[in-house]
């Protein structure tokens, strides 16, 4: 899943309209992996990728005015992909990072870093101070990536209904400025 380990087979860069299938499979796929045992079961085994192309297409169909959708693609294949937007309510000075998933053979081999690395520093190319993130509390493998990436829980917590289930959410945040 992952190719041959050079980084000239590892290429994160801009996300096209035409990579709307591709992310919908990587995102369903991964909320398979990824929230089994937090999610009910029965919820994740009726996601489809069709289910979520439409809001694919939609999502990546034009710019985003001071963000940005990233793919990571190993060997010709999406294997993961992250977005970067700004923050509808903190202010000119905030984004946020809404969405970040890996196919799951491709976890644990740098691809997240390297598409949160190359967002952040997207995200201050655009003026952003600050950024956000929310993760499942039970998500303890994400948890640990983002801390050890500089990302702190700020204590505030919340429950989001995402593609139509409840999603207790905890508030990770992280300085762009040095």
């Known amino acids: 899943m992952v190719g041959n380990g050079r980084d000239s087979d590892r290429v994160v860069r801009d996300a096209e309209p035409g990579d709307a299938e591709a ?4 995102h369903v796929r991964s909320w398979k992996h990824t929230y089994r045992g937090m999610i009910a079961d029965a919820y994740l085994d009726g996601l489809t990728p069709d289910d979520r192309l439409p809001r694919w297409k939609e999502y990546l169909a034009g710019p985003k005015q001071r963000g940005c959708v990233l793919v990571v693609v190993v060997d010709g294949q999406v294997v993961g992909f992250a977005s970067f937007v700004a923050h509808e309510s903190l202010g000119p000075s905030w984004a946020v990072l809404p969405h970040i998933y890996l196919e799951p053979g491709a976890i644990g081999h740098g691809l997240g870093r390297r598409l949160i690395r190359a967002g952040l520093d997207r995200l201050a190319s655009f003026g952003y101070e600050e950024v956000e993130l929310w ?6 493998r994400a948890r640990r990536f983002y801390e050890s ?3 702190s829980p700020d204590g505030t917590s919340r429950t989001e209904t995402v593609w139509g289930v409840e999603v207790p959410e905890l508030r990770y945040v992280r300085s762009l400025v040095d």
């Open 135 to 140: 993760v499942h509390p039970e998500n303890a």
């Open 149 to 151: 990436g500089g990302w």
């Open 23 to 26: 992310c919908a499979g990587v």
